[in-house]
């Protein structure tokens, strides 16, 4: 994940530079169930609205979490299929809450309403996310479900009544690329907390779409105006977050970005971005499906490291018998191609790795989402 305000702030107010460390457990995203009431076109899990065979139970679950505490995991995003489908939704986030973790709802929206909203804000979440891929028809024909973006949208407004912090999910195609700027100003007239843009990846359904993937000059396009929008709310002293994921590369593109328009301070961000590191699949990042099977992150749902019914979450994340995990772990990772001659690979750490994976078969390839030019990443 790249934090687009947290670059931005150390445009006006630089902090010191620091080693690149890694925090002492991943965070984790939790497909607790694959059932959902949506069949988006994007969808990594590739759910639908049925119950699925294998997922853990809640008794289970309860296990997990207390080995992922043993783990020292910090954050636990509890996502699906649709997780408030999960008929004990609201005991696992409590008993996550009274544990200390950070915890995260990641929802479509559609299911929020007056008969659940107070129960929602009793669970007191961390964080509300909630998917928009467009505006009206256009979300709906993301989502395949007429009416989507008026109950997504009516979501967003009673979180933001119970004072839950709320934030606003969008993965870009070519066919909803110009509903961005719209969605931008939806996020202010609402006064929602947080814009975050995820690029598609080749994962899941996601993969089956991949020729619909934004040509390169629509994401960069698209970055800028996340650059210059949110340079614009901190000048203006609103707060708001605006992140990005699933292309590591943008953090690249923002330290071009800042040569441009701010010369005199990219000395700075270019240690702040190494500071950071770019990708964290395998490292910082984890993902465990709904039965229980540990993979290096949401993208990677094809390839299984092993279950958290045979092995403790701890082992099976420092295990580096795995080539996959192994790779991902070292730094600089075994990338070829541009990435290896890149002179910002310390900066994206080589990016998600999947769509390499996806459309050559080698998880170490240069990375066909890259939309630096050569010139760009030229030492």
Same mark, same amino acid.
């Given at each position: =994940?790249?934090?687009? +305000?947290?670059?931005?702030?150390?445009?006006? @107010?630089?902090?010191?530079?620091?080693?690149?460390?890694?925090?002492?457990?991943?965070?984790?995203?939790?497909?607790?169930?694959?059932?959902?009431?949506?069949?988006?076109?994007h969808c990594y899990s590739v759910s639908t609205d049925t119950n699925f065979a294998g997922e853990?139970?809640? !008794?289970?679950?309860?296990?997990?979490?207390?080995?992922?505490?043993?783990?020292r995991v910090p954050v636990l995003i509890l996502s699906g299929g649709e997780p408030l489908l999960?008929?004990?939704?609201?005991?696992?986030?409590? $008993?996550?809450?009274?544990?200390?973790?950070?915890? *995260?709802? +990641?929802?479509?929206?559609?299911?929020?309403?007056?008969?659940?909203?107070?129960?929602?804000?009793?669970?007191?979440?961390?964080? &509300?996310?909630?998917?928009?891929?467009?505006?009206? *028809?256009?979300?709906?024909?993301?989502?395949?479900? %007429?009416?989507?973006?008026?109950?997504?949208?009516?979501?967003? $407004?009673?979180?933001?009544?119970?004072?839950?912090?709320?934030?606003?999910?969008?993965? =870009?195609?070519?066919?909803? *690329?110009?509903?961005?700027?719209?969605?931008?100003?939806? &996020?202010?007239?609402?006064?929602?907390?947080?814009?975050?843009?995820?690029?598609? /990846?080749?994962?899941?359904?996601?993969?089956?779409?991949?020729?619909?993937?934004?040509?390169?000059?629509?994401t960069r396009e698209a970055m800028e105006q996340l650059f210059e929008t949110c340079l614009d709310?901190?000048? $203006?002293?609103?707060?708001?977050?605006?992140?990005?994921?699933?292309?590591?590369?943008?953090?690249?593109?923002?330290?071009?970005?800042?040569?441009?328009?701010?010369? %005199?301070?990219?000395?700075?961000?270019?240690?702040?971005?190494?500071?950071?590191?770019?990708?964290?699949?395998?490292?910082?990042?984890?993902?465990?499906?709904?039965?229980?099977? #540990?993979?290096?992150?949401? =993208?990677?749902?094809?390839?299984?490291?092993? +279950? #958290?019914?045979?092995?403790?979450?701890?082992?099976?994340?420092?295990?580096?018998?795995?080539?996959? =995990?192994?790779?991902?772990?070292?730094?600089?990772?075994?990338?070829?191609?541009?990435?290896? +001659?890149?002179?910002?690979?310390?900066?994206?750490?080589?990016?998600?790795?999947? $769509?390499? @994976? @996806?459309?050559?078969? /080698?998880?170490?390839?240069?990375? !066909?989402?890259?939309?630096?030019?050569?010139? %760009?990443?030229?030492?």
């Open positions: =994940m790249f934090r687009i +305000s947290q670059f931005i702030a150390e445009i006006d @107010q630089p902090t010191p530079v620091g080693p690149h460390r890694d925090p002492p457990g991943p965070v984790v995203i939790w497909n607790l169930l694959r059932r959902c009431n949506l069949t988006c076109r853990l139970s809640t !008794p289970e679950i309860y296990v997990v979490l207390e080995d992922l505490k043993a783990a999960h008929p004990d939704i609201f005991t696992i986030a409590r $008993r996550a809450k009274a544990m200390g973790f950070y915890v *995260a709802l +990641s929802s479509n929206g559609t299911l929020i309403d007056e008969n659940n909203i107070a129960e929602i804000a009793a669970c007191d979440f961390d964080y &509300v996310g909630i998917s928009l891929d467009g505006l009206g *028809a256009v979300h709906d024909r993301f989502r395949r479900l %007429e009416g989507a973006f008026d109950a997504s949208l009516h979501a967003i $407004r009673l979180c933001r009544e119970r004072a839950l912090k709320v934030g606003v999910r969008y993965t =870009m195609t070519r066919d909803n *690329a110009g509903d961005l700027a719209g969605l931008l100003e939806l &996020v202010e007239r609402e006064q929602i907390d947080r814009f975050y843009f995820s690029h598609l /990846n080749y994962a899941g359904r996601g993969n089956k779409n991949r020729a619909e993937d934004a040509q390169h000059r629509l709310y901190r000048r $203006r002293g609103i707060a708001k977050e605006f992140t990005t994921g699933n292309n590591d590369a943008d953090g690249a593109f923002f330290l071009h970005w800042v040569r441009r328009r701010f010369p %005199e301070r990219a000395a700075h961000i270019a240690a702040k971005l190494a500071q950071w590191g770019g990708n964290a699949s395998g490292v910082n990042v984890a993902n465990i499906d709904n039965r229980g099977i #540990v993979h290096p992150d949401t =993208m990677w749902w094809h390839y299984p490291l092993a +279950s #958290v019914r045979e092995r403790r979450f701890a082992d099976i994340w420092a295990d580096l018998s795995d080539p996959l =995990m192994a790779g991902l772990k070292q730094r600089p990772r075994p990338v070829e191609g541009r990435c290896a +001659s890149c002179r910002h690979l310390a900066i994206c750490n080589g990016n998600t790795r999947v $769509r390499a @994976q @996806q459309l050559t078969g /080698n998880v170490w390839a240069e990375d !066909p989402g890259c939309y630096l030019t050569d010139e %760009e990443i030229a030492a």
